[in-house]
Each structure stands twice: as structure tokens, then as C-alpha cells.
């Protein structure tokens, strides 16, 4: 099978299926049964439109059989007064009624078989529509109970059009919720190791070493002069040599501290002139 075979047959099977769906079996046994019902009513409309006929041709002919009494009765009176051109007359156009009455007969007799036939064929319709009817009614009974059926068995075994597209929003659901949770536990670590800190600030991360450093020592030097003070003023440090010696030992810090200090201040102008 070619290509463009293959893919005819698979949008005809797809169009098939689709109608299927949009098919309702109750929708079309109602249509049917209102088709079948108005060619009942077109049978009853004929009927009644030969009835009419008939009965004109019927009213025609009582007026031929009055007229056919007049001319009697004209002849009769034409024998009396000795007038037999009159007389003949009269008859003559008796004569012609009768001829038309009974065409007229013929008719109306034609007429009423049909009549009679179409009233047959009327009767045989109108028993077969309520058959059907009962039928249908049957029918439709039988479809909503499969289909109620059909939706409870889909609705508790989970495989309906509905409860799949449930069943996708929910898997939906508690994948955004995983990445929803995952993306706040990430955020929070982030926050926690000072990242967004870093990110925040415009110092780079020897400036930031550096400030640590000097922070450091700054803390060092106020903690030494404390523990010297309460030295001197608890007098339990030790002798005044030893004590001395420690003053040395600060003032020596204090000017490496300022050196270093100066030698950073000058290295961050050299950085700020060169980035200039």
C-alpha cells in the first residue's frame, strides 16, 4: 500500500470514527419516525383532496338528475298543449343529462376505489408507524440504559474521555507541585550559603577576602587591648616585663596592620584606575 493509499484510508477511518461518535441512535430513530409520520400526513392530505373531488362530481351530478326531471316534466307539459317540437326538445336534452350523469358515475365510482385503496394503504401506514413507535420507544429505552451503564462502568474503572483528562490534570498537578518544591528547597540553600548576598553586592570576591581579613584583625586588636586592660586592672596578668613585652607585641601589630592597610588602599586604587 503507497503512501498516499495509507493516508486516505487513515483519514476515512478517522472521519468514520468521528461520525460514529456524533451519531445518536435516539436522534435518529425520532427523525425516522417523523419522517414516516409526515408521509402519513401527505396520504391523509391526498385522501381528503379526492374526497373533495369526488364530491363535487357528486353535486354536478344531483344537478343533472334535477335538470333531467325539469325536461320530464317540460315534455310533459309540451304533449299536454300539443307541442311535440317542444316536447322533443325537452327530451333531447334529457337525453344529454343522462348521458353526462352517467360519465359523471363512472367518476365518482373510479374515485371512490382510490379512494377506498389510499384509505387501505392509510390504515396499513398508520399501523406500521405505531409499531415502529412501540419499537423505537424500545429502543431508546434500551440505548439510555446501556449508555447510564456504559458511563458508571467508565467512570469507576477510570478509562472514560473525562476521567483521563482528570487523571492528566492531576499527573499535571503533582508535577508542578514536585518542581514548585524543589525550586523553593533550591532557593532556600541558595539563601542560606549566601548567594544572592554575593550576587547582590558590587565587590568582587578578593575584596570581599580582604574585608574579612581586615575585619579579622580589627577584632583581634580590640580583644587583646580588653584582655590588657582587665590585666592591669585585676593585676593578675603577670610581671611588668612580661607586660612590657605585650605592649611591644601590639604597637608592632598595630603599625603591620597599617601597612597592609596602605598597601591594600593602594592596590584597590590601582584596581579602580585600571577598570576606569
Do not use: C, W
Not at 483519514?11 to 468514520?16: D, G, H, W
Not at 423505537?136 to 474521555?161: H, P
Amino acid at each position: 500500500m503507497g503512501i498516499l493509499s495509507r493516508t486516505s484510508y487513515v483519514i476515512r477511518s478517522k472521519i468514520n470514527s468521528l461520525l460514529n461518535r456524533a451519531e445518536d441512535p435516539t436522534e435518529t430513530l425520532d427523525y425516522s419516525y417523523e419522517k414516516m409520520r409526515d408521509e402519513l400526513q401527505q396520504v391523509k392530505q391526498g385522501i381528503a383532496d379526492l374526497t373533495t373531488q369526488k364530491k363535487r362530481l357528486e353535486i354536478q351530478k344531483r344537478r343533472l338528475e334535477e335538470n333531467v326531471e325539469k325536461h320530464n316534466d317540460q315534455a310533459r307539459e309540451a304533449v299536454q298543449q300539443d307541442r311535440e317540437d317542444l316536447a322533443r326538445k325537452a327530451l333531447e336534452k334529457k337525453q344529454a343529462k343522462m348521458s353526462q350523469i352517467e360519465e359523471l358515475e363512472t367518476q365518482i365510482a373510479s374515485l371512490q376505489e382510490t379512494q377506498d385503496q389510499l384509505v387501505n394503504k392509510k390504515d396499513e401506514l398508520q399501523s406500521r408507524i405505531e409499531e415502529f413507535r412501540t419499537k423505537k420507544e424500545t429502543m431508546k429505552a434500551r440505548y439510555e440504559a446501556a449508555e447510564a451503564s456504559s458511563r458508571v462502568s467508565e467512570a469507576m474503572t477510570g478509562v472514560g474521555d473525562e476521567m483521563a483528562d482528570v487523571g492528566r490534570a492531576l499527573e499535571r498537578a503533582e508535577e508542578q507541585t514536585d518542581e514548585m518544591e524543589a525550586r523553593s528547597a533550591a532557593m532556600d540553600e541558595l539563601m542560606d550559603s549566601g548567594a544572592f548576598d554575593d550576587a547582590l553586592s558590587d565587590k568582587d570576591s578578593i575584596e570581599r577576602e580582604l574585608e574579612a581579613g581586615r575585619t579579622s584583625a580589627e577584632v583581634d586588636t580590640e580583644l587583646e587591648t580588653l584582655k590588657a586592660e582587665m590585666g592591669k586592672s585585676s593585676g593578675s596578668s603577670g610581671s611588668s616585663s612580661e607586660s612590657s613585652a605585650d605592649a611591644d607585641v601590639d604597637v608592632e601589630t598595630d603599625v603591620a596592620d597599617e601597612e597592609v592597610e596602605a598597601e591594600l588602599e593602594e592596590l584597590k586604587n590601582e584596581d579602580d584606575s585600571s577598570s576606569s
